[in-house]
């Protein structure tokens, strides 16, 4: 049982390229979350996916692009990456919005822009 | 600012005794709180959670409670174990509602 994983794990880049992350969950769960993790500001949310072609943004949503093609699939863009982007960034998902059903989070990817 | 906030940022704790993490949130409306857990180098895993009809609920070693009127959360670790390491985060939310506001953190260390 995979559940949810993420790729890279592990990413540098420049002020100014293009990035994308990538979340696959093999539970086949509604809702998918982007969060960035920075110290001292605990998980904030980028944006969210209530089904395959829905997406909402969440409070720090610039700078982001998302899609969701397909269920299992959420994958995060940096469409012009910038130093403040710098960052570690956890995809979830949840069988339905809001408790209680439970966010399972992936193990996260580390983000440095230079 | 930030809805939910923790007392402490860091915590000490001799292996063996209890731990005692504090939370505070300010949006009265929120009626759905959950601690997680997270490791280094991992994502955030789900402990337990309280809804705002209850002031108490146990788990395994694990024990939220719930002030309403102070607007006030704890989690209390029984008998600290090495593998309770981590960084503890408090998150409020409402009943069907997506969104979790997450506090900063509590790093929880272990003495041996």
């Known amino acids: 049982d995979a559940g949810i994983t993420q790729s890279p794990r592990y990413k540098i880049t420049e002020t100014g390229r293009q990035v994308t992350l990538m979340c696959h969950q093999t539970?086949?769960?509604?809702?998918m979350f982007w969060y960035r993790q920075d110290l001292g500001h605990g998980l904030r949310l980028i944006y969210y996916s209530a089904a395959a072609d829905i997406t909402d943004k969440g409070e720090v949503s610039d700078g982001y692009v998302v899609s969701r093609s397909k269920t299992e699939n959420f994958p995060l863009t940096l469409e012009s990456a910038t130093r403040s982007q710098t960052s570690v960034y956890f995809c979830a998902s949840s069988l339905a919005g809001g408790p209680p059903n439970e966010q399972f989070f992936g193990p996260g990817t580390r983000l440095t822009v230079l | 600012g930030e809805s939910v906030g923790l007392h402490l940022p860091t915590l000490s704790v001799q292996e063996g005794d209890n731990s005692i993490i504090n939370c505070a949130y300010s949006?009265?409306?929120?009626?759905?709180f959950i601690w997680y857990k997270q490791e280094s180098g991992k994502g955030p895993q789900f402990i337990i959670d309280?809804?705002?009809?209850?002031d108490k609920r146990q788990g395994q070693r694990v024990t939220v409670l719930l002030n309403k009127t102070v607007k006030h959360l704890s989690l209390q670790i029984a008998a600290t174990q090495p593998g309770d390491s981590a960084v503890y985060f408090c998150a409020e939310t409402m009943t069907n509602d997506y969104k979790l506001s997450f506090g900063a953190g509590t790093t929880v260390t272990v003495r041996a």
């Open positions: 309280i809804r705002s009809n209850m």
């Open positions: 539970w086949s769960h509604s809702y």
């Open positions: 949006n009265s409306a929120s009626d759905y």
